[in-house]
C-alpha cells in the first residue's frame, strides 16, 4: 500500500524550458513533505520542502507546491539544466519522529 | 567536516553470508535511519532509531539487524535470512524532534550476493 506515489517514472524536457514533476498521497496525518534529489550511486541530497500550512516554497529555480484538498504536491525547476538530470524524490511525514516514506522516484532527463 | 559515512562502498557476500555495513556520523543527531534501494522501488525503511540503544523496525526488517550502542553509530547487519539481499543501502540521520528537520544521506553502500 503505497502511501506516496509519483506516477510518472521519468520524464524528458528540454534545457530551458519547466520541469514539473508530481507528487500524490494518501495519508491525511501527512504534514511536511520534501523532495531529494539523486545521482547514480550516491545518496540522495536535500532539495527542498514544504510544511502543510503553506500551499508554496520557493527556493531559486525551485518551487513545491502543495495542494492539500487533492493531496497532491508538485516541484517545478525553471529553467530546466541539464545538470538537474536525475532521479527526483518526493518524501512526506507526519507530525514528531515518524520516518519519511518516499515515493518510487521519478528520473527527470534535461536535454540541451 | 560533518556528515554520514557509509563503508564498504562495495561489498560482494556469498549466499548464507551475514555481512556488516557500516554508517558512522558526526552531525551529533539524534535519529539513524537505514533504507534499501531497488530499481524502481524508491526508498524503503529498514530499521530506525531514535535514541541510543533504542531501535524500530521498518517497512522491511526481516532477514536485518541493527544495533545502536554509540549516538554516532548504527550498523546494520544483513543475515542469511534476507531472501533477497542484493541492493544499494542508505543510512540516514536527522536532529530528532525537530518536526521540519530533513535527513541528511550517506553515500550509500551496494551489496551484491554472488
Known amino acids: 500500500d503505497q502511501q506516496v506515489k509519483q506516477n510518472s517514472p521519468s520524464l524528458s524536457v528540454q534545457e530551458g524550458r519547466i520541469s514539473i514533476l508530481n507528487c500524490d498521497y494518501t495519508?491525511?496525518?501527512?504534514?511536511?513533505f520534501l523532495w531529494y534529489k539523486k545521482y547514480p550511486a550516491e545518496g540522495p541530497t536535500f532539495l527542498i520542502s514544504?510544511?502543510?500550512?503553506?500551499d508554496k516554497n520557493e527556493d531559486g529555480r525551485f518551487t513545491v507546491f502543495l495542494n492539500k484538498s487533492a493531496k497532491h504536491l508538485s516541484l517545478h525547476i525553471v529553467p530546466s539544466q541539464p545538470g538537474d538530470s536525475a532521479v527526483y524524490f518526493c518524501a512526506a511525514r507526519g507530525s514528531g519522529n515518524t520516518p519519511l516514506v518516499f515515493g518510487k522516484g521519478t528520473r527527470l532527463s534535461v536535454i540541451a | 567536516d560533518g556528515g554520514i559515512t557509509q563503508s564498504p562502498k562495495y561489498l560482494f557476500r556469498k549466499e548464507g553470508q551475514n555481512v556488516t555495513l557500516s554508517c558512522e556520523q558526526n552531525?551529533?543527531?539524534?535519529?539513524m535511519y537505514w533504507y534499501r534501494q531497488d530499481p524502481g522501488q524508491g526508498l524503503r525503511l529498514i530499521y530506525y532509531s531514535q535514541i541510543v540503544n533504542d531501535f524500530q523496525k521498518g517497512d522491511i526488517a526481516e532477514g536485518y539487524s541493527v544495533s545502536r550502542e554509540k549516538k554516532e553509530s548504527f550498523p546494520l547487519t544483513v543475515t542469511s535470512a534476507q531472501k533477497n539481499p542484493t541492493a544499494f543501502y542508505l543510512c540516514?540521520?536527522?536532529?530528532?524532534?525537530?518536526?521540519?528537520?530533513?535527513?541528511?544521506f550517506g553515500e550509500g553502500s551496494r551489496l551484491t550476493v554472488l
Open positions: 552531525l551529533n543527531h539524534d535519529a
Open positions: 540516514a540521520s536527522r536532529i530528532r524532534g525537530l518536526d521540519t528537520g530533513e535527513l541528511f
Open positions: 514544504i510544511s502543510s500550512i503553506k
Open positions: 495519508n491525511s496525518m501527512f504534514d511536511y
